[in-house]
């Protein structure tokens, strides 16, 4: 049996593997054999990790999530303002980068797969009520000192999270007229007509 650091090693590749093949390929399209073949594995080696196709796709969407956060630690923990850290939030999330946008089609391919599984909807909702926490934490903390208006947090946070899950899936859908330079855009404008105190 592998050592606990060894396992823990190689169910991240698999996970980094299955998350590469289903933003190329898409949720249906993918089969054990495929990530496998990305990680340099066997489909044996996979299947130790993973009974089937499912419970792996359900810990790649879970890791998705996961290391989305981590990658935005750092403006989670600074010493910006509110509105400073939801504005780097905005920008952090643009699909901008290679790895955003592999995770952008992975949340894609959540979403689409959710509609017809109730196991999905609920990873959906729970990693979705986690970032809408973060997102009116920072909100709450702004009206605290002064720096954000009225508004419900809450209701803030859904906005701001559906403002760049709508924009953004229209950038990765090739949108002429929502381009990656109008997103960044209409997002700063938002933040900076709506967020902070009148």
């Not at 190689?10 to 949720?27: H, M, P, T, Y």
């Not at 990530?35 to 594995?41: F, H, I, S, W």
């Not at 196709?53 to 935005?72: G, I």
Request: hydrophobic share 45%.
């Amino acid at each position: 049996m592998p050592r606990p650091k060894v396992e823990a090693e190689r169910r991240d590749q698999i996970l980094r593997a299955a998350c590469k093949v289903i933003a190329e390929r898409g949720f249906r399209a993918v089969r054990v054999a495929d990530v496998a073949r990305e990680a340099g594995l066997s489909s044996g080696i996979v299947h130790y990790y993973f009974a089937n196709k499912r419970d792996l796709v359900r810990a790649t969407f879970e890791q998705n999530f996961e290391r989305s956060l981590r990658r935005r630690t750092a403006i989670l923990d600074s010493d910006r303002d509110a509105v400073g850290k939801l504005r780097a939030l905005v920008d952090a999330f643009l699909p901008q980068d290679a790895e955003t946008v592999q995770s952008w089609h992975v949340w894609a391919e959540l979403w689409v797969e959710a509609m017809h599984d109730p196991d999905l909807q609920e990873l959906n909702d729970r990693a979705y009520g986690e970032w809408r926490r973060i997102i009116a934490g920072i909100v709450r903390d702004g009206q605290a000192a002064g720096q954000i208006g009225d508004a419900d947090p809450v209701e803030l946070a859904n906005v701001v999270v559906a403002a760049l899950d709508g924009l953004a899936l229209q950038v990765l859908a090739g949108s002429r007229t929502m381009t990656l330079t109008r997103m960044r855009r209409t997002c700063r404008s938002f933040i900076d007509r709506v967020v902070p105190v009148p």
